[in-house]
T-cell receptor, first 115, second 113 residues
Framework: AQSVAQPEDQVNVAEGNPLTVKCTYS??????LFWYVQYPNRGLQFLLK??????LVKGSYGFEAEFNKSQTSFHLKKPSALVSDSALYFC?????????????FGTGTQLKVEL | DVKVTQSSRYLVKRTGEKVFLECVQD?????MFWYRQDPGLGLRLIYF???????EKGDIPEGYSVSREKKERFSLILESASTNQTSMYLC????????????FGAGTRLSVL
């Protein structure tokens, strides 16, 4: 079975500082990894994904994520946080083979960016 | 842009009622999904469908059923609503060729009284 862990319920960061939202995963074989963002009273929006290739993946709104196979991690990063980045962030995984096309989501991390 | 539309943003029902949640997507996606979102539990998959009239159980199918008679429409049915089904329900769709990126609707917040 595949699973995702987001160890932090909330991350607080000052505007202009770098931010990291952590994610670790467990899956048989090679993973597809995703990050989504949810603004209040909205559905989830896709940010970025990793399938193969470069371990640093760039996505929407200046976000990037680093895939680390040895640590089974896929942390979301941004060099300079904005107040408008405040939202709920979800990491998700699916197996490249088997498991159909189901994504397994983490429990989410609330990001709060303060002035 | 992909548009996934859920028929209601807010819904209030009584215990024991039959409840229908409707979802429509406009991008000819093969796959459609129903999740429920609860604080501290993230998103949990209820059912998904990879083709018309095809469905598969997700992680928490008990108390729910689904219907997909047309490719663009995926309905979630609560046969007899209970208070523990009070939740945010999210519909999503995806295309195999796009690497399974899922596109989400805005959600339906269901309260069962």
């Amino acid at each position: 079975a595949q699973s995702v862990a987001q160890p932090e319920d909330q991350v607080n960061v000052a505007e202009g500082n770098p931010l990291t939202v952590k994610c670790t995963y467990s899956v048989s074989g090679n993973p597809y990894l995703f990050w989504y963002v949810q603004y209040p009273n909205r559905g989830l929006q896709f940010l970025l994904k990793y399938i193969t290739g470069d371990n640093l993946v760039k996505g929407s709104y200046g976000f990037e994520a680093e895939f680390n196979k040895s640590q089974t991690s896929f942390h979301l990063k941004k060099p300079s946080a904005l107040v408008s980045d405040s939202a709920l962030y979800f990491c998700a995984v699916r197996a490249l083979t088997g498991g159909g096309n189901k994504l397994t989501f983490g429990t989410g991390t609330q990001l709060k960016v303060e002035l | 842009d992909v548009k996934v539309t859920q028929s209601s943003r807010y819904l209030v029902k009584r215990t024991g009622e039959k409840v229908f949640l409707e979802c429509v997507q406009d991008m000819d996606h093969e796959n459609m999904f129903w999740y429920r979102q609860d604080p501290g539990l993230g998103l949990r998959l209820i059912y998904f469908s990879y083709d018309v009239k095809m469905k598969e159980k997700g992680d928490i199918p008990e108390g729910y059923s689904v219907s997909r008679e047309k490719k663009e429409r995926f309905s979630l049915i609560l046969e007899s609503a209970s208070t523990n089904q009070t939740s945010m329900y999210l519909c999503a769709s995806s295309l195999w060729a796009q690497g399974n990126i899922q596109y989400f609707g805005a959600g339906t917040r269901l309260s069962v009284l």
